[in-house]
């Protein structure tokens, strides 16, 4: 069974900066993807970032291009989401997925990820 951990998540201002980590327990993730989605409330899982087994591929949701940045370490079997130049609408409940079997990058919905962290609360505030 895996299991998913997030942290970083907090306060921050308009225009500030946080990174995530997501650690990976109960088996490796070194030849997997990864991903980030998030929450706001009343609306959808939205995807965030993805990124390919090797780090080789990365992918962004169009709103956080150019301002975030995915990464991982597989000696340490975590992944980070460095985000940039954060605005209120990035407010959201930030979870970190894994899928089964999946080693490229390019899996943006929800639906494509088996297992979850618990998310961890990012509040952006004007």
């Known amino acids: 069974q895996v299991q998913l951990v997030e942290s970083g998540g907090g306060l921050v201002q308009d225009g500030g900066s946080l990174r995530l980590s997501c650690t990976a327990s109960g088996r490796t993730v070194s030849s997997v993807a990864m991903g980030w989605f998030r929450q706001a409330p009343g609306k959808e899982r939205e995807f965030v970032s993805s990124?390919?087994?090797?780090?080789?591929?990365?992918y962004y949701g169009d709103s956080v291009k150019g301002r975030f940045t995915i990464a991982r370490d597989n000696a340490k079997n975590t992944v980070y989401l460095q985000m940039n130049n954060l605005k209120p609408g990035d407010t959201a409940v930030y979870y970190c997925?894994?899928?089964?079997?999946?080693?490229?990058?390019?899996?943006?919905?929800?639906?494509?990820?088996?297992?979850w962290g618990q998310g961890t609360q990012v509040t952006v505030s004007s």
């Open positions: 990124i390919s087994w090797n780090g080789g591929r990365t």
């Open positions: 997925a894994l899928p089964i079997a999946r080693f490229n990058a390019d899996y943006f919905q929800a639906s494509d990820y088996d297992y």
